[in-house]
């Protein structure tokens, strides 16, 4: 093994991570090492180093929490030269505790500078794009921790240092061989043994059983499986969705699938309601690709209506940076939904996917009216008041899917209408709305106007105008 394979392999595995993760700086060591360690790629996790001047089967060592100190010296010496970009890293006192020696090392900045391969595209990022590594926007140098005060300062280290629990928990947890191990059908280990099974190698539950905990109930009150959509389809307590009936004289579902940072929204009309969901970056994991707060404040929203109501979905820190979007496409919140997610038994979820400091079991649905060209507010007319709660308690179901009832509401605020979903997928298509996003697949149009401008804007689009089923009359 080459003397420096453990140095050369974490330096591939952070020029990888700075090009194809969000980083916010500052960050502290560990919490850097740690987030190395989470998304080592699938070459690297292999323990296979691919560098032309070592056998391409070497076993690559891989740096572990406990390997913290060996990192930080990586780091300094990166400081000073690193072969594939700019580093920029600062020694502060530990201010946790008076005349402490300790000092925190934090990177402040990084830049990848050298050319590289075209990367991977994420599940959930747009396909028009076709930037490389080399060419894709770098995070800029910030400024040293040594502009913060002494408060700011502490306030820092105690948020970044973690518990010596935090530190076993995570790394008795991470992958060591970067394969995705398969979580057993019969969920716990005393359920695969009941079925016969001897020496199953997938993964299993550890039920907890707290002295509140009802195993009556069934899994569901002490296990957090209701969110993977098979486990909810075989769930014996839902039963079939009926159909969702066509409005008399509305079109079939229409979608499109669009980039919609660059699209030109203009060749759509005009629409009464407007409903979004976008992917907001709130500094989480995310299964899906997310965009900056300037791309949101940039969206054409406003082309779309000249006079009608938007619906804006956000949860976590989306929550004020949603209110500024509505500010900035010339909206007036005049109003709130909020979502009360629950379990398959109709309980308030416990153990949400979201949330920094307290797991989140509510999201938010402002509800904001185009302003007049003077500024002025004026409600439109045919928006129907007083018919429905700002509250909907309903089950969760696959990532990103919001309940069902808000189309319920929405078709009682506004009877008929023109209507758009914005970012979203094909669990969103429904009859009498366009649904715009980027996985949506083949483009289905019914309305002849609206495919005429679109082919007019952009004359290299496949998009064609889709005939209307034989049982559909829309006069």
């Not at 070592?54 to 690559?60: A, L, R």
């Not at 005049?334 to 109709?346: A, M, P």
Request: hydrophobic residues 35%.
């Amino acid at each position: 093994m080459p003397p420096d394979a453990l140095q050369e392999s974490t330096s591939l595995a952070l020029r990888r991570f700075l090009l194809t993760q969000t980083v916010h700086f500052p960050i502290d060591a560990f919490h850097l090492l740690r987030l190395l360690i989470v998304n080592t790629p699938a070459a690297q996790s292999d323990h296979v180093l691919h560098d032309s001047r070592y056998s391409p089967f070497i076993w690559t060592p891989r740096l572990k929490l406990s390997d913290l100190s060996r990192f930080e010296e990586m780091l300094e010496g990166w400081a000073e030269k690193w072969e594939h970009g700019t580093i920029a890293v600062v020694k502060s006192r530990d201010y946790r505790i008076e005349g402490s020696p300790n000092n925190v090392l934090s990177v402040v900045g990084a830049m990848v500078t050298d050319s590289g391969a075209p990367r991977k595209r994420k599940r959930g990022e747009d396909t028009v794009s076709d930037d490389s590594e080399a060419t894709r926007p770098q995070i800029p140098l910030a400024a040293t921790m040594n502009g913060m005060s002494a408060i700011d300062r502490e306030i820092f280290s105690l948020l970044s240092e973690p518990t010596a629990k935090q530190k076993l928990v995570a790394e008795q947890h991470a992958s060591i061989t970067g394969t995705f191990e398969p979580v057993c059908s019969s969920t716990t280990r005393e359920e695969c043994r009941k079925a016969g099974r001897i020496g199953c190698s997938k993964v299993h539950f550890l039920p907890i059983i707290r002295a509140h905990t009802d195993p009556g109930l069934g899994m569901c009150s002490y296990l957090n499986t209701c969110f993977s959509e098979p486990m909810y389809s075989m769930s014996p307590s839902i039963h079939p969705l009926p159909s969702v009936p066509r409005p008399a004289g509305s079109l079939p579902p229409q979608w499109l699938n669009c980039d919609l940072r660059n699209f030109d929204c203009s060749v759509l009309g005009k629409f009464h309601v407007i409903m979004a969901d976008p992917p907001w970056d709130i500094h989480m994991s995310l299964p899906y690709g997310t965009m900056t707060d300037d791309e949101m404040r940039g969206m054409k929203i406003p082309m779309l209506q000249d006079e009608g109501i938007l619906l804006l979905w956000v949860t976590g820190r989306a929550m004020e940076l949603g209110r500024d979007c509505l500010k900035a496409w010339g909206y007036h919140r005049i109003d709130e939904v909020i979502w009360v997610k629950t379990n398959q038994l109709q309980r308030v979820i416990r153990t949400g996917r979201t949330g920094h400091w307290l797991n989140h079991t509510k999201e938010h649905m402002l509800v904001g009216v185009k302003l007049q060209p003077d500024g002025s507010l004026k409600i439109p007319s045919w928006v129907n008041r007083g018919l429905d709660v700002d509250v909907i308690v309903s089950e969760v179901r696959e990532t990103s899917r919001k309940p069902e009832e808000v189309y319920g509401l929405i078709e009682r605020l506004c009877p008929g209408g023109r209507k758009v979903e914005i970012f979203g997928r094909k669990h969103n298509v429904r009859p009498g709305w366009l649904t715009l996003g980027n996985q949506l697949g083949t483009d289905r149009i019914y309305e002849r106007d609206v495919v005429d401008r679109i082919k007019a804007r952009y004359p290299e689009s496949p998009l064609e105008l889709t005939p209307l089923p034989d049982d559909v009359d829309i006069n």
